[in-house]
């Protein structure tokens, strides 16, 4: 790009036609500053009061509000961005590329399909990336501007959605963490119930839940036995068995002095119940 362009001293960049993406910034070796479109990317930024304009490839003149730093964070390096420009009017975050390898102290190589940037003086890989639409994109993590922020915000929250969030600790455990005013909450409260957690500790699954239904008494029976007693009963019985019908849950109990009874048991009940109600047992359970 011409610099004098119109006999002004001013600054140039090439236009880019990919759709904006901030923090995205492209690297551009026609533009002879850093550029952004977006304020909240400067570091320390200041007015700018001079007469230059950022001049691009059809001739025309965009202002420049502001200058300042920033810095491009990737997943492997970050890296300085020294005297950045803001121009609103830009469509992309523009890179000049001369000024990015004075910057870092580094060199870049353009592949087809992707770009490298590897330190001076030992070679060393700092960043790899793929070309998009025929650009070099770097894509910037988080906006400088706003990472002090990030990283001194907190948030006021119940204290059971703490418990959640920290892994359900124990209750002495959160209420150490209140107390030393690790995390701040809504309300503190011991008394909060939390099905997690109680799910957490059960040693066996819930029983699942029944769907199938009666219509007559005797077509399904429930029994169970239960012993032996520790305590043996003041008629001897150690042992005891329960009958109930699903369909009216009338009940039948009888005890037992030895376990090997219930079948005798069971077959006089069977018939008492059979006779009683004219109709037969179909289903024990």
Request: aromatic share 12%.
């Amino acid at each position: 790009m011409d610099q004098n362009y119109n006999g002004k001293a001013s600054h140039s960049a090439m236009v880019v036609g990919i759709s904006p993406s901030t923090p995205t910034w492209i690297v551009d070796s026609g533009a002879s500053s850093h550029m952004t479109n977006s304020y909240a990317n400067l570091q320390n930024p200041e007015a700018y009061t001079g007469p230059e304009q950022v001049y691009i490839g059809d001739g025309k003149g965009l202002p420049i509000l502001h200058s300042g730093s920033s810095s491009l964070h990737t997943s492997t390096n970050s890296f300085a961005l020294k005297h950045v420009l803001h121009v609103p009017a830009l469509k992309q975050n523009l890179i000049s590329a001369n000024q990015f390898l004075l910057d870092n102290s580094c060199f870049m190589h353009l592949y087809p399909f992707h770009f490298t940037v590897k330190d001076l003086s030992s070679g060393r890989m700092l960043f790899k990336g793929p070309v998009q639409h025929g650009f070099y994109p770097f894509h910037s993590s988080f906006s400088p501007a706003n990472s002090s922020q990030a990283l001194t915000a907190y948030v006021k929250a119940p204290q059971h959605l703490w418990h959640q969030r920290l892994g359900h600790p124990s209750v002495k455990i959160m209420n150490k963490l209140v107390s030393q005013s690790c995390i701040s909450v809504l309300a503190a409260s011991n008394k909060a119930f939390c099905s997690d957690c109680a799910l957490g500790k059960c040693s066996k699954l819930p029983f699942s839940s029944i769907t199938c239904t009666t219509r007559k008494p005797l077509e399904l029976i429930h029994t169970d036995v239960w012993g032996p007693s520790p305590i043996l009963s003041h008629h001897g019985f150690r042992y005891y068995v329960i009958f109930i019908d699903d369909y009216t849950r009338y009940c039948w109990f009888y005890p037992l002095r030895c376990k090997s009874d219930v079948i005798s048991t069971f077959m006089q009940w069977k018939l008492l119940v059979e006779n009683s109600l004219c109709t037969k047992v179909i289903s024990l359970r």
